[in-house]
């Protein structure tokens, strides 16, 4: 038996999606700041840029399905080297798809020994291990108690046309409705276009579940994968467009970073707005999402468009009547896959939907108006972060909770989890404290009741952040800290905290020390005397936030810039020993020798080439222990009808006037940058 313990652990989280290269000397007429080439894609770091909502930011990444893992048959174990992409494999992928094999398998067996099951973390990064019995009761009680999913019918191994001729009704009756409101104009071929389904990728919605380590007794919570759902497109379109609505009618932030909301704290402080008695109160939807009733939230819908849309009642060419139309479709044609049954969703609407999160905020807010207009100050901060919320209050605490009691009452079912109310509140991984007026941040460090499974290949096949690369997550965890700190001190308990960290993995506080020194040189005072009005700190503090503005308004640039021109990207195969220095370095040397020989023409011009690795599909290797997908049978559409894409008119449309991309595989040689040009321009001779 594996030894196993109930422990309560401090988590610091640093998104394991971090990417830190080596910096690079960036010179501007514009900027002092040295590039340090960070992508950061954590909730701490800047890089909100995109104007659009294609990515989902407003749902967690438990709901993304890559590419690779859609066709996975996750009940054989032999996902890596009987992968479809083995014949494009260069030998050290082989090699190593070999040994995550023999790992995974390991643990496989030693969880089937052991009767255990591997579940990811809700709203965090790391697997939860507990026995089979105990995590299926949860889910049987959840399904029981919970009132909005309903059985259609169950599914057959031996029958699996079932619910691919239920998807291909769904699929033709979306269509006969996007199709007959284009015909009648009620919305213009760019909206066809965001919101029709495509055929040949469409799949049905399915649930599995996850562990919630951040509530004692670790209770289950539900998970619908809907990226490729028949519903998806005008989930997306309508999710932004109400949530951009919502956001200008009440006065909401929607932030996807804790720096816009650092920010906006230190403004309100600054303001006049934060006084000795300013209350904060933190609530979280989760449970309305899936409970809300569709009637009650078409009326508020109704009633919020009538009171928000001007007096020719359209937004974007749509009717509110259209509008009403396609969010009633999209709730009606709630279908999903679970445990060989297919459900529907009779209340609420699936937690990997953009459309959910605006449609809740919109009934709270809505269907009694009048009960939360107090709450919608414009003195008052009301923040929004996927299912979690928090405002500033400056009456007294009675008020609140009888006001927010009172909005309680209204409904048919609770409306939203309290999760605190008082000067000091976290808001994600944000602690925010009224200190008599004053303003103080720092990171925020929750509490998590979770299982731990020491077994050996476990911890060689998944290691902690920390351990995987250390000089990385210590220049994420230095940047992170910074941002968050409002003061010296608190940096330095945070600091301290981290060497407890490190020597807990029995690492060196050489590299701690290095990894501090670099981010004084990088961002810290110069040698040029400054002006003694601030500490060392705070101009540390604000270089960085300069600094997140400077790569903000530089990564749009470089949209605006990929927007015009062609896009064209090559693919390398996977070379260890490519870093993203040598990829960057390929990529620039492409570019440059490309435009000094075909500069001149004119449909070259505009031309940009874009060189990445084939990556491989061991990255998040220990999600294949993962068991959440049904059969793919089950999901996708019957060969003859998937194949026949329907389009109601006759044209090539691009929504964005952009260039297709192409991509082209490069085999392995002894020099990258020739073979590149090579495949692409075959039959042109250069210099």
Request: proline fraction near 3%.
């Amino acid at each position: 038996m594996a030894n196993q313990i109930i422990d309560t652990t401090e988590t610091t989280s640093i998104s394991s999606d971090d990417e830190f290269e080596k910096r690079i000397l960036h010179s501007s007429p514009d900027s002092d700041f040295q590039d340090n080439s960070v992508n950061e894609n954590d909730w701490s770091s800047s890089d909100d840029v995109s104007d659009n909502d294609t990515d989902d930011k407003e749902i967690t990444y438990h709901h993304k399905e890559t590419s690779i893992k859609k066709n996975i048959y996750w009940f054989d174990g032999h996902y890596l080297t009987d992968d479809v992409y083995v014949s494009s494999m260069t030998r050290f992928e082989r090699r190593q798809a070999c040994y995550y094999q023999e790992k995974l398998q390991e643990i496989g067996q030693q969880l089937r020994k052991e009767n255990l099951i591997l579940q990811p973390i809700y709203k965090d990064i790391g697997y939860h291990v507990e026995s089979k019995n105990t995590f299926y009761n949860k889910v049987k009680q959840f399904m029981y108690q919970n009132k909005s999913y309903s059985i259609i019918f169950q599914l057959s191994r031996s029958s699996p046309t079932v619910s691919q001729n239920h998807l291909a009704k769904m699929v033709e009756r979306i269509e006969t409705t996007l199709n007959n409101l284009l015909c009648s104009k009620s919305i213009n071929e760019r909206q066809y276009m965001a919101m029709k389904i495509d055929r040949s990728t469409v799949r049905m919605n399915y649930l599995y579940f996850v562990s919630d380590t951040h509530k004692e007794g670790i209770p289950v919570q539900p998970i619908i994968i809907c990226n490729n759902g028949p519903t998806i497109g005008i989930s997306r379109y309508l999710g932004r467009l109400l949530g951009l609505l919502f956001n200008d009618a009440t006065h909401c932030k929607k932030f996807h970073k804790a720096y816009n909301v650092i920010h906006d704290m230190e403004f309100y402080q600054k303001s006049g707005q934060l006084r000795p008695t300013t209350l904060f109160a933190s609530f979280n939807i989760n449970d309305l999402c899936i409970n809300f009733s569709h009637h009650q939230v078409m009326d508020a819908l109704e009633q919020f468009l009538n009171s928000y849309i001007s007096s020719n009642n359209s937004i974007q060419g749509m009717t509110i009547n259209t509008i009403l139309q396609l969010v009633r479709l999209v709730l009606d044609e709630q279908y999903f896959i679970y445990n060989y049954n297919l459900y529907r969703q009779t209340a609420g609407s699936a937690s990997g939907s953009s459309l959910t999160i605006p449609l809740v905020y919109i009934y709270l807010f809505y269907w009694q108006q009048n009960i939360l207009q107090d709450l919608l100050t414009k003195n008052e901060l009301f923040f929004g972060y996927r299912d979690e919320a928090f405002i500033t209050w400056n009456r007294s605490e009675d008020e609140l909770r009888i006001l927010l009691t009172m909005a309680n009452s209204q409904f048919s079912q609770p409306i939203w989890t309290i999760t605190h109310i008082g000067s000091t509140i976290h808001f994600r991984d944000i602690l925010i404290t009224n200190d008599n007026g004053h303003l103080r941040t720092s990171i925020y460090h929750e509490e998590t009741f979770q299982r731990l499974m020491c077994l050996s290949s476990y911890r060689e096949i998944l290691q902690p952040a920390i351990k995987e690369d250390t000089w990385t997550y210590l220049r994420a965890y230095f940047l992170k800290a910074i941002r968050y700190c409002s003061d010296q001190h608190t940096f330095n308990e945070e600091k301290n905290d981290m060497k407890w960290q490190l020597n807990r993995y029995q690492i060196s506080d050489i590299i701690f020390n290095e990894a501090h020194a670099e981010i004084i040189h990088d961002f810290g005072t110069s040698d040029i005397d400054q002006p003694q009005t601030r500490s060392n700190y705070e101009i540390l503090r604000n270089h960085i936030f300069n600094y997140d503005k400077y790569r903000k308004a530089k990564n749009k640039q470089k949209q605006k810039q990929n927007n015009e021109a062609t896009q064209i990207q090559l693919q390398l195969p996977y070379i260890p020993h490519f870093d993203s220095k040598t990829m960057k370095n390929i990529q620039q040397q492409l570019n440059e020798n490309f435009h000094k020989h075909f500069n001149d023409q004119g449909k070259t011009k505009n031309v940009s080439f874009t060189v990445t690795q084939n990556q491989t599909c061991f990255g998040q290797t220990i999600d294949y222990l993962v068991n959440k997908q049904p059969l793919e049978s089950y999901l996708i559409l019957p060969k003859e009808i998937k194949l026949n894409n329907k389009c109601v008119f006759n044209k090539s449309y691009n929504t964005h006037n952009e260039s297709s991309c192409r991509f082209h595989r490069i085999p392995t040689g002894t020099n990258p940058l020739q073979e590149l040009i090579k495949h692409m321009l075959p039959d042109t001779k250069h210099d």
